[in-house]
């Protein structure tokens, strides 16, 4: 876990003894934290130095940090200024340090027990329609990524429109052989940002591409598609029609198996994500998760629309 100190530099000694092999502390001036927020890691923990802060900056640096969805945040109080600790609790806090306590070195046990309380705290909460989870990084590519243990994926579901016009009048073999090339498509589409598709059939599936709580790079190259339908339809997937599909992206969690051996998992993302993709998504619709948001490029934000709620999230439909 990433730990960023936020305020006086002289209390990383306060961190000293945190394992470097399980955590590592960053320090950063609290003049920089409202710049930095949006980029720091998903799934860090925040520590804020208030001893040099009045009562107003103190509630605004709260203010600012419990509106951040992706990061754990504690407040360092070594003047014992907040009369009501609990209260930062209420409002999303994972730890407070006091008086008493900075004197005593933090240890990697105590960080452990925060990021188990965290996950018991919101793995099952709904906040604005959207479902918390731990993040756990899969990192920006596959090296880190073992099988049967559980990661935090950015998610693809696909599926090609006006199926049964395909399948008319097709023989067994041939609806194997156009499912192939629309399958070797989508596969060519997703290689450049590692993506892989993890489930597929017919004409159906669902990509993983690995996060590092940074970007989600399948945004554009799902933008790309869909602006792409015609010349795709020309000169990748030539199947005797104008191609069509829906996507929907999404960020959640699974445990990670080969393909072909992932007939046992049990994942409300992956479940989630079907929903979506088959009982929600229109034909020829874009559609990404709240979860996604905060990843959309500046440049195109503007071309993503509410599109209702499904399951308790928020739905957004890009429109151009």
Known sequence: MKIYLVGREKLLLAFSKIKKRDEDVEWMPVSELKKKIETIPTGSLVYVDIFSLSDVETNKIIKLLEKRSHILWGIVDEKNAIK???????????????????????????????????????????????????????????????????????????????????????????????????????????????????????????????????????????????????????????????????IVLHIGNTVYRERGNTGTIVSDSINSLFHLGQKFAKAGELLLTEEVTRFIPAGIKDLFVDAGMYERRNIYKFVI
């Open 84 to 246: 009501d600790p609990a209260e930062l609790f209420h409002r999303g806090a994972v730890d407070y340090i006091g008086k008493e306590v900075i004197k005593l070195p933090l240890t990697s046990s105590r960080i452990r027990r925060i990021s188990a309380f965290k996950n018991i705290a919101v793995q099952k909460e709904f906040d604005k329609g959207v479902m918390q989870f731990q993040y756990i990084p899969s990192g920006s590519d596959w090296s880190n990524v073992k099988e049967g243990e559980e990661y935090t994926f950015c998610m693809m579901f696909f599926e090609l429109d006006h199926q049964l016009q395909l399948k008319k009048n097709s023989s067994e073999q041939q609806i194997k052989e156009r499912s192939q090339i629309v399958h070797d498509f989508l596969e060519k589409m997703i290689k450049p940002i590692n993506g892989k598709i993890w489930m597929w059939s017919q004409f159906c599936g669902i990509v993983l591409i690995p996060f590092d709580g940074k970007s989600c790079d399948v945004i554009l190259t799902a933008v790309r598609m869909w602006l792409n339908r015609t010349i795709i339809s020309i000169e990748e997937c030539k199947l005797g029609l104008k191609i069509s599909f829906r």
